[in-house]
T-cell receptor, first 111, second 115 residues
Framework: SQKIEQNSEALNIQEGKTATLTCNYT??????LQWYRQDPGRGPVFLLL???NEKEKRKERLKVTFDTTLKQSLFHITASQPADSATYLC??????????WGAGTKLIIKP | DAGVIQSPRHEVTEMGQEVTLRCKPI?????LFWYRQTMMRGLELLIY????????DSGMPEDRFSAKMPNASFSTLKIQPSEPRDSAVYFC?????????????FGSGTRLTVV
């Protein structure tokens, strides 16, 4: 069956360092992958989308990589700040362009 | 744009009662999705519409759940009768086009508690 895995344990990072979150998938060949941020009591907010033929995409302090051979996407936040603390979700598209969601990783940036 | 608007933000109801959740998508978005989120199961797609037409309702858990989209600016998700296991956060999301570069826009959700 199709499966998306994100680290279920919270990730604690010191302010100013780079945070790296991982999204692994199996039995799947997605056309593209998306990353969302979710704060408590709020809906997910779209951050970045990367297509299967793109290796890397950047947006300000955010960088996403997509390795279809490893079946893995990495999400990086450089110069992390306490305001970056949130849960980050990855989602893959299926053949109908609908999203299959990971469970999310909670990121905590310590001052 | 005010984004995707959901109401109510919180709903507490007794088991057996009817619950109606409402959603106003972003103007111009032709896809609308209803999701449910719980700690145990994460985000689950319940149903989605394209141009107001239901396309896939395979995620609707039971006949107690129904959804409508009478026009491009309004959708409802109804649970009748409600049960404690329906307690969750229900999100509405909208999207422009298929394969869009812009992802989904979610509302702030409705936290439903059935007692």
């Amino acid at each position: 069956s199709q499966k998306i895995e994100q680290n279920s344990e919270a990730l604690n990072i010191q302010e100013g360092k780079t945070a790296t979150l991982t999204c692994n998938y199996t039995n799947y060949s997605p056309a593209y992958l998306q990353w969302y941020r979710q704060d408590p009591g709020r809906g997910p907010v779209f951050l970045l989308l990367i297509r299967e033929n793109e290796k890397e995409k950047r947006k300000e302090r955010l960088k996403v990589t997509f390795d279809t051979t490893l079946k893995q996407s990495l999400f990086h936040i450089t110069a992390s700040q306490p305001a970056d603390s949130a849960t980050y979700l990855c989602a893959l598209t299926d053949s109908n362009y609908q999203l299959i969601w990971g469970a999310g990783t909670k990121l905590i940036i310590k001052p | 744009d005010a984004g995707v608007i959901q109401s109510p933000r919180h709903e507490v109801t007794e088991m057996g009662q009817e619950v109606t959740l409402r959603c106003k998508p972003i103007s111009g978005h032709d896809y609308l999705f209803w999701y449910r989120q719980t700690m145990m199961r994460g985000l689950e797609l319940l149903i989605y519409f394209n141009n107001n037409v239901p396309i896939d309702d395979s995620g609707m858990p039971e006949d107690r759940f129904s959804a409508k989209m009478p026009n491009a600016s309004f959708s409802t998700l109804k649970i009748q009768p409600s049960e404690p296991r329906d307690s969750a956060v229900y999100f509405c999301a909208s999207r422009q086009g298929q394969g869009s570069n812009y992802g989904y826009t979610f509302g702030s959700g409705t936290r439903l508690t059935v007692v």
